[in-house]
């Protein structure tokens, strides 16, 4: 299924700030559900479908965790 050209990519991106990959990749899901539940025949996922997405979407990831990840050290070399 395309994208629309409606769609925002930067805006999407601003909108996922402290999600991880998985979480943006099941938004992208959901938005893809959205757009089927209007229609099986439907093209393209629409802004209204990542934005219904994103209304129910909740990031996991804590502050804490990436600070963590950006801390992380191992025989003194940083990892990321």
């Given at each position: 299924m395309s994208i629309s050209t409606d769609v925002d990519l930067d805006h999407f991106a601003e909108a996922t700030e402290g999600f991880s990959g998985a979480e943006v990749v099941n938004i992208c899901d959901e938005a893809i559900h959205y757009a089927m539940r209007e229609s099986f025949l439907?093209?393209?996922?629409?802004?209204?479908?990542?934005?219904?997405a994103l209304d129910n979407?909740?990031?996991r990831i804590?502050?804490?965790?990436?600070?963590?990840?950006?801390n992380w050290f191992v025989a003194g070399v940083k990892k990321i």
């Open positions: 439907i093209e393209a996922v629409y802004t209204r479908h990542f934005e219904a979407a909740v990031p804590t502050t804490e965790m990436c600070e963590a990840y950006e």
